[in-house]
């Protein structure tokens, strides 16, 4: 879990936004003026995201790593696929004809509708374009899609609206995605808004699936998912850290390795 406040989380979470629309850097007077607070409160959680890795600081302002910036969908897609491929088989072998599921924009979920393309009689709810076009009108599927505006980069629906929608459902299942893995902070995101998408699914579902590659272990991001003992299963790619597997019997997650099984659907 996190050891930040909900406060901090949620500006720091309004700083990185801040950098990505001002072209990855920005000066402290010009953050604290378009997000409306004091220059003293940008350069407090300017330190705390550089310690975590996510900003450098410059002299009179600060600039994103290169990790600290998520790409586009089509971008990600083209990132690790075969891996994410695996991953996807993995997954889709565990969901049964007629389940319910919820599937986020994470693109290794768009991997994840691919390899249920055969699957009959699901209700999947999803705020994702790719995934709602994927499965929608074949075999059977019943596609509910959540509201709201579309984000640009990923084709995903966020905000008031979509988290009132998916309010109205109780899943089998909640395939989640996540940018960062650590074992001090549990599973964390990128983004305040996918945050909150996710815990509302959480809470809506029987079981709770994360699907990340490899490069998501030690991956540092502002927003924690929340209590990590609410998942029930890691799939990746490959063998966590031994830190990271220690973290997550602790909470206990179990983990399924998709090298180490086939890798289709059904």
Known sequence: MSDLDPTSNHRQAEILHALRR?????????LAHELDVSDETIRRNLRRLAKGGLVEKLHGGARLVEHAVEADLQTR???QAEPK??????VAGMVPDGSSLFLDVGSTTSFIA???HAHRGLTIVTNSVAVAYKLATRNGNRVFFAGGELRA???GA???EALGFLEYFMLDLAILSTSGICPQRGFL???LSEARLTRTMMRRATRCIVAADM???HRIAPVSLGDPTEIDLLVCDAAPPGDIAAAAADWGVSICVAADMPAEGK
């Open 85 to 90: 491929r695996r991953i996807a088989g993995v």
């Open 153 to 155: 980069n990923d084709g």
């Open 77 to 79: 897609l083209m990132e």
């Open 158 to 160: 966020f905000g008031p």
């Open 114 to 116: 691919d390899a249920l």
């Open 22 to 30: 001002a072209g990855g850097a920005a000066r402290v007077q010009s």
């Open 215 to 217: 490069r998501k272990f």
């Open 189 to 191: 995101f990128s983004d």
